[in-house]
């Protein structure tokens, strides 16, 4: 193999991009090796490299670090973000209308359907949207059941929270132990688009498929100019990417240009997921930066495949990614699914 061959140029990462250190104390960040052939591993913090199933990849999102205190952050006219456990919730409180984008887990949905409340005077909750099926957006749900009149989600991604659940009961049966607690699906469900407006604001769903699974949306709050990602944005942080559920990597490189072609510079834009050094809310050149992050990803593990590198050997990679230093180290849920798509008949 030539060396022009052997060369991986580090996938572009966005010039404007500031570095801010890294993650974790814990974390020591290495320069990339001048050979231009190998990274520098550069971390202490271990992750089991294993085969990357249904149940491991629930197991990766849950071991993330997350803020065990309720707030609620006001952002821009009647549109704010909840933060607790598990992906960050978007909601709207006007003087004629509560929605709510996404759900977290039931403790956490308890605390934010009950500062709602306050917030609203009692008003209840018009609309529930579920960014996609993970449990995370989704398993909080039922702690809304009698407050929220409608829960609305991408049809794939009813679908997929139907199986994934279904999958649950029965390897908990076929162990014979108890069934898993019990979830609450949309009960309307588009398959491109789906708007309505509550009070003076017109909320818009959108689907951008295949990315982080294949049934992903982001929510459009018009009037405040603000968009809820869901999982399309993880603000420097590895992401998930749920192959099993039909993510592809590959387009979500190209859905994260398309999403900030409709909207502008002045967008906020909320993100899934955030390293805890950062906000949960972004801006276009965030976006870039996820693209970019993602082609760096393909890109990395592209060369250590045509370098010769195992499957075993490049998921249980921790390098750091250049452009890329807060993220940390590489993880295996985001090194697994890069591989088997690069890999893929
Ligand atoms: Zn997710």
Redesign the pocket.
């Known amino acids: 193999m030539g060396d022009g061959a052997n060369r991986w140029d580090g996938g572009g990462g966005s010039p404007d991009l500031k570095v801010r250190g890294s993650i974790s104390p814990r974390i020591t960040i290495a320069r990339m090796s001048q050979s231009r052939r190998d990274f520098l591993a550069v971390s202490t913090v271990g992750v089991v490299a294993s085969t990357f199933g249904r149940p491991a990849l629930v197991r990766a999102w849950q071991q993330q670090p997350a803020p065990i205190t309720p707030l609620f952050t006001a952002i821009r006219r009647d549109v704010g973000f909840f933060t607790a456990r598990g992906?960050t919730i978007g909601y709207l409180i006007n003087a004629n209308g509560v929605a709510v984008v996404d759900s977290q887990y039931p403790d956490s949905a308890k605390l934010c359907v009950d500062g709602l409340q306050e917030r609203s005077k009692n008003r209840g909750v018009d609309i529930l949207i579920n960014t996609?099926h993970?449990a995370?957006?989704t398993g909080g749900n039922p702690a809304f059941k009698g407050i929220a009149k409608k829960i609305v989600a991408n049809k794939r991604a009813a679908e997929l929270q139907q199986q994934v659940y279904d999958d649950a009961v029965k390897a908990a049966t076929a162990k014979g132990g108890a069934a898993p607690a019990g979830i609450l699906v949309a009960d309307r469900t588009f398959t491109d688009t789906w708007s309505e407006s509550v009070g003076d604001e017109k909320l818009t769903a959108k689907t951008y498929t295949p990315a982080?699974?294949s049934g992903d949306a982001i929510v459009f709050f018009e009037k405040a100019n603000v968009v809820h990602l869901g999982?399309l944005m993880w603000n420097r942080v590895h992401p998930?990417i749920?192959r099993a559920a039909g993510a592809s990597i590959a387009n979500w490189i190209k859905i994260m240009d398309a999403i900030s072609r409709v909207h502008d510079k002045d967008t906020i834009y909320i993100a899934?997921h955030t390293n805890a050094k950062f906000p949960a809310t972004c801006s276009q050149s965030d976006l870039a930066m996820m693209r970019d992050y993602l082609s760096s990803l393909l890109a990395f593990v592209s060369f250590q495949i045509k370098g010769g590198k195992s499957r075993d050997e490049i998921i249980a990679m921790k390098d750091v990614l250049p452009n890329f230093t807060d993220h940390g180290p590489l993880l295996a849920r985001s090194l697994t699914p890069a591989y088997d798509e690069l890999t893929a008949k």
Do not use: R, S
């Open positions: 992906g996609h993970h995370d957006h982080h699974t999982d998930v749920d899934g």
